[in-house]
Nanobody, 127 residues
């Protein structure tokens, strides 16, 4: 079992920055691909970014490309999401998730590919 806890959310003005963290316990994260998703009120959960087990490969949603950066520190068992140039439409609850290393990389934009989820952290961007 992997327990994931997100932190770092909050209220920020448009154009500002936040860094989300996802700390894991129970197992080392080094064998998992790690993703960030978000869900706004009344909308489906959507893919934001994913990083492979080593940190050497990443994929981003078009809506955040060039503004967000996903990274990981396996020694600290933590994954990060640096969010810059935030927009009101980035307002959502952000979730981190872990997928086993044998998962199909091309499918990791889909929530059902992930085995473990955190409880989420709220990000609110004011205009």
């Amino acid at each position: 079992q992997v327990q994931l806890v997100e932190s770092g959310g909050g209220l920020v003005q448009a154009g500002g920055s936040l860094r989300l963290s996802c700390a894991a316990s129970g197992r080392t994260l080094s064998s998992y691909h790690m993703g960030w998703f978000r869900q706004a009120p009344g909308k489906e959960r959507e893919f934001v970014a994913v990083v492979n087990w080593s940190g050497g490969r990443t994929v981003y949603a078009d809506s955040v490309k060039g503004r967000f950066t996903i990274s990981r520190d396996n020694a600290k068992n933590t994954v990060y999401l640096q969010m810059n140039s935030l927009k009101p439409e980035d307002t959502a609850v952000y979730y981190c998730a872990a997928a086993g290393g044998g998962s199909r990389w091309s499918y990791l934009t889909q929530p059902h590919e992930y085995n473990y989820w955190g409880q989420g952290t709220q990000v609110t961007v004011s205009s």
